[in-house]
């Protein structure tokens, strides 16, 4: 069975961000390619809503379980997009509501009609709950990684004790989606087959979409070309691996790789990210 939503409320809640030297990034400011994937992290996080709107147009929301697991999801994710806000704030970046208003106004056409797709597709595939669990798993699992590789590549006390504050509660996210995911796909052909088309012919990296294209490829890119990003990779793909009927997708692998062409094509080259 499932990580129960009990055991899941137990840890988490709000960030705490309040015993942080936030100050310390103006006199040890970050690099701007750092602060570029930030700014893309914030938009992602703070985004959890919106997905939230999405989902609960989906026929899950008949069960209790759901709405308790997506509404304690949706808060903590604020709270990480509150706390990369003010990382952005201090290097006088625009952050929270000025680049939220700015990235649904530049979305709106999608936003006008996500929810009716959501709708749409949920009640015409009858195992949409396996391909929305597997789908957050992995979307959780590679924020995670993105978020450890950001230490690495940062090296800065204080961000790095923000991100594993943060990635503490994106691995409860996981474990939460990935155990569903596992129960929902075990023992059920019919629903391996349909998650496993929709990762082949839908998944992209989560933001692709929600913020423009390049942001999307410029954060995989930066952040997973190395060989310490590709090995982080390589463990996402051997837990996707590791789910009932999902073996040798090569998803996040094969992003990674179009991210970096769609990168080098835009702006002629991925910068280094310095570390190994
Ligand atoms: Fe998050
Ligand atoms: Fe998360």
Known sequence: MGVSIEQFQEHGGRLRTDDLDFEAFRRDPLHPDVLRCLGYMHDIEYQTVLYTRELLLTPAWKDPQFTAFLTLWNYEEYWHGQALGTVL????????????????????RYLFWSPAIYWGISHAVRQFPAVHMTWGAINEWTANAAYNRLTEVANHPVLTELLHRIMRQE??????????????LAHNQRAQ????????????????GDVPHIETSFATAYLFSSPSGRAMVDR???????LPGLAGLNLVRSALEGARAHVVAQEGFVPDACTP
Do not use: C
């Open 236 to 242: 996402v793909e051997e837990r996707i691996d590791a």
């Open 193 to 208: 087959r349909v998650t496993s088309w929709f990762l082949r012919h839908q998944w992209a990296p989560v933001g692709n």
């Open 171 to 184: 691995s409860r996210h996981a474990g939460y989606y990935a155990s569903a995911a596992r129960d929902l």
């Open 89 to 108: 704030r201090m290097h006088n970046r625009p952050a929270h509501d000025t680049r939220l208003s700015a990235m649904r106004t530049w979305n709106k």
